[in-house]
T-cell receptor, first 112, second 115 residues
Framework: GDSVTQMEGPVTLSEEAFLTINCTYTATGYPSLFWYVQYPGEGLQLLLKATKADDKGSNKGFEATYRKETTSFHLEKGSVQVSDSAVYFC???????????FGSGTRLQVQP | DGGITQSPKYLFRKEGQNVTLSCEQNLNHDAMYWYRQDPGQGLRLIYY???????QKGDIAEGYSVSREKKESFPLTVTSAQKNPTAFYLC??????????????FGPGTRLTVL
C-alpha cells in the first residue's frame, strides 16, 4: 500500500543553520505530495505542495522538490529561525483517493 | 473568518461511555475527514465523507461512528468499543476539484483522555 517515511527526530539546530528533513514515499501512479507543519497544541497547516514530478513547492523560505526517480520530497530551508520549531509532516494523496497518507512527523527544535 | 472549528478542545471520558466530538466548517467544502494522532506517530484516517448522507471507513474505523446530515458538520462518536481512545483527534475538510493538489484544511483538534 501507499506509505510515507520520514527521518526520525528530534532535529536540533542552531538559529540560521541549514535544514533538511528527508521524506520518501511508496505509491502507485502519480501522487500529490505535501508538507504540513504543526505547532504545539494546534492542528496542521499546509506548508507547501507539489502535484507532479520535478515541481518545486515553496513557502516561507521552505522548499521541496518532487523527485519521482528517487521517490523523495525532502524539505529544506536555508536559514532556520526559533519560530520554525514545530513538527513537520510529509504526506501524499494517492491517485484516485481523496484522503492523505501521512508520515510519522519530524520534530524540529531551533535553539537561539 | 472561514475555517474549521472543533469542540471541545479537551474531553475526558470514563471507560464505557460514548462521547461525540464536534466538527464544523464554513468553507463550503464538499469533503470532510477525521484523523487520529498518537504521540510520535503520523495521522491515521478514521472516516471521511465526500457528500451529505454518505461516508466511508478509513484505516482505523473500528469503535468509531460518524454522521453527515449537513454539509458543514461531521461529528465523530467514540464508542465504548474503541479499546484505546486516548488520542488527539483532528478534523479536516477539502473542496473537491479536478486538480490533484486539493489542500486539506485542519481544525485545531480535540484531545480526548479516558480516565
Amino acid at each position: 500500500g501507499d506509505s510515507v517515511t520520514q527521518m526520525e527526530g528530534p532535529v536540533t539546530l542552531s538559529e540560521e543553520a541549514f535544514l533538511t528533513i528527508n521524506c520518501t514515499y511508496t505509491a502507485t501512479g502519480y501522487p500529490s505530495l505535501f508538507w504540513y507543519v504543526q505547532y504545539p497544541g494546534e492542528g496542521l497547516q499546509l506548508l507547501l505542495k507539489a502535484t507532479k514530478a520535478d515541481d518545486k513547492g515553496s513557502n516561507k523560505g521552505f522548499e521541496a522538490t518532487y523527485r519521482k526517480e528517487t521517490t523523495s520530497f525532502h524539505l529544506e530551508k536555508g536559514s532556520v529561525q526559533v519560530s520554525d520549531s514545530a513538527v513537520y509532516f510529509c504526506a501524499l494523496r494517492p491517485t484516485g483517493r481523496r484522503a492523505l497518507t501521512f508520515g510519522s512527523g519530524t520534530r524540529l527544535q531551533v535553539q537561539p | 473568518d472561514g475555517g474549521i472549528t472543533q469542540s471541545p478542545k479537551y474531553l475526558f471520558r470514563k471507560e464505557g461511555q460514548n462521547v461525540t466530538l464536534s466538527c464544523e466548517q464554513n468553507l463550503n467544502h464538499d469533503a470532510m475527514y477525521w484523523y487520529r494522532q498518537d504521540p510520535g506517530q503520523g495521522l491515521r484516517l478514521i472516516y471521511y465523507s465526500q457528500i451529505v448522507n454518505d461516508f466511508q471507513k478509513g484505516d482505523i474505523a473500528e469503535g468509531y461512528s460518524v454522521s453527515r446530515e449537513k454539509k458543514e458538520s461531521f461529528p465523530l462518536t467514540v464508542t465504548s468499543a474503541q479499546k484505546n481512545p486516548t488520542a488527539f483527534y483532528l478534523c479536516a475538510s477539502t473542496q473537491l476539484g479536478t486538480s490533484g493538489g486539493d489542500e486539506q484544511f485542519f481544525g485545531p483538534g480535540t484531545r480526548l483522555t479516558v480516565l
